[in-house]
């Protein structure tokens, strides 16, 4: 799970929540809900995890939206990641939809990523 935060935390996304589905859903086993700030920087989160990704072996089944900036989405099987804008974000609550899915502590992640940073 670390490989696809840490790169959202290094373009200092607004916010991460990621949502455990597996029990819920057949498509996928994690959601990964980032909120940029700007349009800009919803494709520069999107555009930083595809070539991070891409250089640990990890090919994205399908990408949507990046260089729209409101709303991408990053589908890499297990994990399917969207990238919002925040006016989008709030319209499209996704983690409304997801209310009952069991939310994942991210504390571990975000500290590991702080830690990189000293």
Not at 89 to 117: H, M, N, V
Request: proline fraction near 2%; charged fraction near 25%.
């Amino acid at each position: 799970m670390k490989e696809y935060l840490i790169p959202a935390f290094e373009r200092k996304a607004k916010s991460i929540t990621a949502i455990d589905v597996k029990q819920l859903t057949s498509y996928t086993d994690t959601l990964i809900i980032i909120e940029g700030s700007s349009q800009r920087q919803v494709t520069s989160i999107a555009q930083h995890l595809i070539k991070s990704l891409k250089g640990q072996g990890k090919k994205a089944i399908g990408a949507e939206g990046v260089k729209e900036g409101q709303w991408a989405l990053l589908d890499y099987g297990d994990v399917i990641i969207h990238i919002f804008e925040t006016e989008t974000k709030s319209f499209y609550d996704i983690e409304g939809l997801w209310a009952d899915a069991p939310r994942i502590d991210l504390s571990e992640f975000e500290a590991a990523y702080k830690s990189q940073g000293e």
